[in-house]
């Protein structure tokens, strides 16, 4: 009998054992290394996470708003006369490049499609320049190229900013949201800046 006894006492603590884990770990599943399904790390905070349409539009949206600031900050970097504006237009490319590939992540990671480049030529969203101011842009140059590229760049961080805002107040996905803060605090002083650097710049 008393075999059996520590044979059934044995049986019973491994069951609790088993059974104990079991229940730790169903809180912590979702976070479970490798449980991302091969998403890309920048995607992972928002791979388990509850997102809505205003994630989505946030996300599809500031893609192609952040390409054309990349655009602009590539005619900046080259053809700009003010350190500053060159200064500038490195660290808006440096900033809002690796955005691109953390809101492309995420979609792919909800299912969404991801925008391709030059997509936003057929946008009219808050900030966004026309294929004829763009032209303009191209075209200009001297100190004058700065003074509009300025002005263009304010615009273009102010559609951003709204872009952010709308998403702190209605969109569900935690990492979204702080992506969406971060962009305000930057894209804001940002904005400083350059309407401090347009007093200085000449206007003819």
Known sequence: MTHVYRTTAASAAL????FGVAGCGDS??????GMNHGSSPSASASTT?????????????????????????????????????????????????????????????WGKPVPTPGEH???????????QEMDD????????????WTEMM??????????????????????SVALAAKIQTAQTTEIATMQRLLGRLPTA
Do not use: C, Y
């Open 137 to 148: 842009l191209t075209k200009a140059s001297g100190t004058m190229f700065d003074r509009m």
């Open 28 to 33: 912590d599943a979702g976070t479970m290394p």
């Open 49 to 109: 996470a509850v997102f809505n349409d205003a994630d989505v539009a946030f996300a599809t949206q500031m893609i192609p708003h952040h390409q054309q600031a990349i655009t602009m900050a590539d005619l900046a970097v080259k053809k700009a006369t003010t350190a500053e504006v060159k200064k500038l237009a490195t660290a808006i490319k440096a900033a809002q490049d690796p955005e691109i590939k953390q809101l492309s992540g995420w979609l792919t990671s």
């Open 121 to 131: 030529s057929g946008h009219t969203m808050t900030g966004m320049m026309g294929p």
């Open 154 to 175: 304010i615009k273009h961080h102010q559609g951003a900013v709204a872009m952010a805002k709308t998403e702190q107040t209605t969109g569900k996905d935690t990492a």
């Open 15 to 18: 069951l609790a054992a088993v």
